[in-house]
């Protein structure tokens, strides 16, 4: 009893904190208990990750862009060059997921991909998009005020909230509004004075789409004194975010999306945020805080096995590493039809590196509607054609659905489903698409 | 810099090569799925492929079912997300205030569509100026709310759900279908996520990608699929939220499928096969035109008579803080087009007497320009109602003065949008609005 409960912590440890567990690898990891499992995960922000390593990095494209004098056909070219430059990349990164040795990494990566949501759309160049995401997932786990710093000096998020625009004769405040509302601290925690004087702050910040670095350029900053956030003095950008960061609502802010991601959604002001806070301490300390929240006896609790509708993204990677479909999803070779993991993520609304807006995607009954529900009945059917069921083929029919169970790192099923798979038992293919399009395991 | 569109991806490359369709519908993810799922990326052209031959209906002039006909609307719902640039769309040219505070992203007199009163279209707007002067065209001007909030997430939640404080609770359409409580197909929003607005405490709008749905697999399959949906006790929270997504979405099938099903015997299964999209946009479609095809969904629902009372399509991109001159025309001329289209296809039917289509964005943008070439968040802005029954050619509301503004420097409003949104109610969706907004608004004379 002890040790099946401890089975259903890890697994549900690595749903969230990882892609899911098939049944041997968490019958590996129960003799050392649920806190090692944690700590195996912690530790893994900061190892190497053979698996993933392993998955090439596409070549980038030439990001040149054609001038306003290039023809039409020179610009269609160019466009295409760089779609394919994007294609490339997104089924990188979730081939990259798939392979991955340190999963806790990856799925953080996708974190700061939704948190600081920069889009591809906007962007235009592939490799803007790949120094951000390789950024997410070499900085991710350490001081949030240090990433923050450094993505404000990204090129992708530069050219994402026009920062490279920002100059002293009239500042852009996409950036310095965004900083505050999406990144830091929150809405209703600043004033539009503070947008304004934040937005003076950035100005002169630059970025070479040639070297593919941040430069400033000091004929475009304001050096004037600002107010901001109740302090004065003569600001620049590091200095704002420095400001942003150390404001407790910052802390509440950052912890409370965190949770949400990994546990289930809370406001800021959730008591449960006030258990986080000080690990998270004047050091911002991401790695920590996800030790406090896996650890925490909440993240155990119901509310948190029925708080998350898996993501697009994090449903395919888990599926596919459940099932052993990495590579069989990915491009086929000499020149014939594909079907990425990207583009199903793309057609279940969740296309990677392209969030429909700064405010990234949203959770739970974001992702339930009509249109989602058919497309991910569809593609559960088509991949689960491509998967390798031998081990479900192997067992008798009235087995198959508790060993699929098992296969896809889930305690069981509720009756209803355990009903409904009941039909299908004797057909493989069609057994494995109707439990991925379950309520059970879409409901993370 | 100038974009392009991005070229289509060829479709043949992405089919499933590993396995052929099996037999008795069993068969891979369909093009248009995929297409359509790409999103940003330009793919709707393949929507209006599978319209221009998967539309059995196309021909067939069929009677009005008791439950489809309709006394008022149906609403068709255009957001432009992003907020768009109102004195840029609506153009106070005569103003010398705007030109100085628009140097540069200013149009000329020479440059605009007059309408009257010192205002003007964007020259990129020919259709709209056509609806104009036919009389179908109003234009209510200075719509926000009070206290405006210049986030865009905050802005359109409150839009969304009307809830003018913080923007939190069920979305105002949602609240309307609770009410009506018989199913999603009374709602139906074109596109691959269905916005809050749409979304209530018990029932949400039906979303579809295209104009048919096809389950995929075998009879036994999909039967299995709907036993899985089944309301259970051991179901709760969002296991059986996913579960309602199943039945809505079987549900709606249905009712497409009724929907295509002949009339009369025989005749409708393909007839489509090679007919030509009423919005003459099928073929010869140089580019991808997202909103184009997802109103070329809606007026083909509506010229067969579905019976849905309330449409959503979108089109996204409005937030042009910088270069917006160029980005915002595109936009511009991407909504005309397909606004046009949309009026044209349902010339002459009889269930599109009553439609009324409206946009709306979350904010409108600073008067002054920014020095990237573009505009910050502003607050109000005019917002467009079209159909044979509008009283159209003419203004509602005041025009906001260029020179009496705000602390901020944005538009002073005059028009509260929940006017907006009862005249709607009332007069397209046939509800009441008083208790979907939780108040009574002076409702506008614009329909």
Known sequence: ?444 | MTWTSPPQPSSPSLDDPGRPDQPGGASGLSRRQFLVGAGVLGTAAATLGVLASTRPWDQVAKPTSASSASASGPLVLVTLYGGNDGLNTVIPYTDPAYLSLRPNLGYQPSQVLPLAEGLALNPKLPGLLSLWKSGQLAIVRGVSYPSPNLSHFASMAIWQTANVTDGTGSGWLGRWLDSAGDGPERAISIGATLPPALRGDKEAAAAITGPTLTLPGDSAFQKAYAAMQTPSPDRVGLVADVATSGRDLLGIRQRLANLQAPASGGGGGDTGTGGTHPTGAGSGLAGPNGITAALGVVSDLIVAGASAQVYQVSLASFDTHAEEKVNHERLLSELDGAVTAFFKALDGSSHAKNVVLMTYSEFGRRPAENASGGTDHGTAAPLFVAGPNVQGGKFYGEQPSLTRLDADGNLISNVDFRQVYATVLEKAVGSDPAAVLGGQFQTLAFV
């Open chain 1, 1 to 444: 009893m002890a040790v099946d409960s401890v089975r259903s912590d890890i697994a549900l440890l690595y749903r969230r904190a990882g892609f899911g567990l098939r049944g041997v690898e968490l019958d590996a990891l129960v003799p050392a208990g649920y806190e090692a499992a944690v700590e195996g995960l912690i530790f893994g922000l900061t190892v190497p990750d053979p698996g993933g390593d392993a998955v090439a990095v596409p070549s980038f494209p030439n990001p040149r862009l054609p001038g306003r004098t290039a023809s039409l056909s020179e610009r269609q070219a160019a466009s295409a060059e760089l779609r394919a430059g994007l294609s490339a990349l997104q089924e990188w990164w979730l081939q990259r997921m798939v392979a991955t040795s340190t999963p806790l990494r990856e799925k953080l990566t996708l974190f700061w991909h939704g948190h600081f949501a920069t889009g591809a759309s906007k962007v235009r160049d592939p490799k803007l998009m790949y120094l951000q995401n390789q950024l997410f997932r070499t900085r991710g786990w350490g001081s949030f005020e240090a990433l923050t710093q450094a993505v404000a000096k990204d090129g992708a998020m530069m050219f994402w909230l026009d920062t490279e625009t920002d100059k002293k004769a009239h500042p852009n405040e996409n950036f310095a509004r965004e900083l505050m509302e999406l990144f830091t601290i929150g809405i209703g925690n600043y004033t539009q004075d503070d947008v304004t004087a934040g937005a003076r702050a950035f100005t002169g910040w630059a970025y070479s789409r040639q070297t593919y670095r941040y430069f400033f350029q000091a004929a475009q900053h304001d050096y004037g004194t600002k107010v901001f956030l109740d302090q004065s003095g003569e600001f620049n950008g590091t200095d704002i975010i420095s400001i942003l960061v150390s404001k407790a609502e910052s802390a509440r802010f950052v912890l409370a999306k965190l949770w949400s991601h990994f546990a289930y959604p809370v406001k800021p002001e959730d008591p449960v945020v006030d258990d986080l806070i000080g690990t998270y301490g004047s050091g911002f300390d991401v790695a920590g805080s996800l030790r406090t929240v896996f650890l925490h006896p909440m993240f155990r609790s119901a509310q948190t096995r029925t708080g998350l509708v898996k993501q697009p993204i994090e449903y395919l990677v888990g599926l596919a590493r459940a099932l052993g479909l990495g590579a069989a999803a990915s491009p086929s070779g000499g020149g014939g039809g594909r079907l990425t993991l990207a583009l199903v993520a793309s057609a279940l609304g969740q296309e990677p590196l392209n969030p429909p807006n700064v405010g990234g995607w949203g959770q739970n009954s974001y992702w339930l509607d009509t249109a989602t529900a058919e497309v991910r009945l569809e593609a559960a059917l088509l991949l689960a054609r491509r998967a390798d069921l031998s081990s479900i083929e192997s067992v008798s029919v009235s087995q198959r659905s508790a060993v699929l169970a098992d296969l896809l790192g889930l305690d069981g099923w509720g009756p209803t489903t355990a009903s409904a798979l009941e039909r299908q038992a004797d057909r493989p293919e069609q057994l494995v698409a109707l439990a991925l399009a379950s309520p059970d395991y879409v409901v993370a």
